[in-house]
């Protein structure tokens, strides 16, 4: 059974850092497309960055720049490293892994940016 475990969300300031971290568990990581999505509030999901198992990148326009995606396939971790942090970024960031056709989310980790 597939498990994504996030960590590290929180309250920061405006022009703070905070760094994501995906955990994952029951996939073959190492050729698994990781990303990480977001939904603000009254707002669709939307992806924020992805990282494919050749390591090809992909981000939102709005945080390029700002944030930076990586995979550790040792650890089985996708990391999402969010700097320069604005209160527009506040969301709940959820960890995906496509594999197949088929799309599996963690339990998503709360960010709140303050002003």
């Known amino acids: 059974q597939v498990a994504l475990v996030e960590s590290g969300g929180g309250l920061v300031q405006a022009g703070g850092s905070l760094r994501l971290s995906c955990a994952a568990s029951?996939?073959?990581?190492?050729?698994?497309?990781m990303g990480w999505y977001r939904q603000a509030p009254g707002k669709q999901r939307e992806m924020v960055a992805t990282v494919a198992a050749r390591g090809s990148l992909n981000y939102l326009d709005p945080v390029k720049g700002r944030f930076s995606i990586s995979r550790d396939n040792a650890k089985s971790t996708t990391y999402l490293q969010m700097n320069s942090l604005k209160p527009e970024d506040t969301a709940i960031y959820y960890c995906?892994?496509?594999?197949?056709?088929?799309?599996?989310w963690g339990q998503g980790t709360q960010v709140t940016v303050s002003s």
């Open positions: 029951g996939i073959d990581f190492s050729t698994t497309g």
């Open positions: 995906n892994a496509r594999r197949g056709g088929i799309d599996y």
